[in-house]
């Protein structure tokens, strides 16, 4: 599942201004200023050249899944002294749902990725995808679920049997249990209708939350989308 094609050799257009400065990030008071990025242009992906290109490399891990030997040591000196990932995922995480390579055997350097059980976005997560858009110039963040979810049923069990969990389990996984309570009702599997949910729901907020990254969805340089990975296809769908 490599990517060998030579159109994925694009050209990197400049983002990041003001000298090594990168482009503005939001302050407190709401107004743009200036944050400091390491030297670069970021990636010359659109927001929907960047959701085709992880379509199309999902595609190709469900259809010939074997992995091929990459020159990481290159891969890591191209990088070192710059990033320009084009995708920023938050994802679960589950050890099953490794981004790289569910969207096609990723090298290093092409996606910015945020994990944590359930693949929420408290304010660390929030900071880190306003980072990677912002600074860093993602054009495409996806919110990626999956199926039979940990944290989602640990969430649908408190929604149908009331269960508690110990230390900071608990209060983790709470952001879940709108959406488990959401699809309680609806036919289908009600975990991963939940995980679904949430997904959404996490989506939803991040530019809702955030004054940063609506601007950027405003002007069209990024696009928020939800997904979910299916753990025994291997097949990730995107949700509306």
């Known amino acids: ?3 060998r094609d030579a159109k994925d050799e694009i050209g990197r257009r400049r983002l990041l201004q ?3 400065a990168g482009i503005a990030a939001l302050g407190m008071s709401g107004v743009l200023r200036p944050a400091r990025a390491a030297k670069g242009a970021a990636s010359a992906l659109s927001p929907d050249e960047a959701l085709a290109k992880l379509k199309e490399g999902n595609a190709r891990y469900v259809r010939d899944p074997k992995l091929c030997s990459f020159d990481l040591a290159e891969q890591r000196r191209s990088v070192a002294a710059h990033q320009a990932p084009w995708a920023t995922v ?3 995480a589950d ?3 490794p981004p790289e390579l569910i969207f096609g055997g990723r090298g290093v350097g092409e996606l910015f990725v945020a994990r944590n059980a359930g693949n929420l976005v408290d304010t660390g997560a929030l900071g880190t995808v306003e980072y990677g858009a912002a600074v860093l110039g993602s054009p495409l963040l996806v919110v990626l679920a999956h199926t039979a979810c940990g944290a989602v049923k640990a969430a649908c069990d408190v929604v149908a049997r009331n269960a508690t969990y110990p230390g900071a389990i608990g209060p983790m996984i ?3 249990v709108p959406a488990a309570l959401a699809v309680r009702n609806e ?4 975990v991963n209708n939940a995980a679904r949910e949430s997904a959404k729901r996490t989506a939803a907020r991040l530019t809702a939350s955030s004054s940063l990254l609506a601007g950027l969805a405003s002007d069209g340089k990024l696009k928020v989308a939800a997904a979910i990975y299916d753990l025994e296809t291997g097949k990730v769908a995107f949700l509306d």
Do not use: L, N, Q
């Not at 036919?187 to 009600?190: K, P």
């Open 1 to 3: 599942m490599c990517d």
């Open 18 to 20: 003001a000298g090594a």
């Open 90 to 92: 938050v994802s679960c």
């Open 95 to 97: 050890s099953r749902v």
């Open 174 to 176: 709470e952001p879940i």
């Open 187 to 190: 036919s289908g599997d009600f």
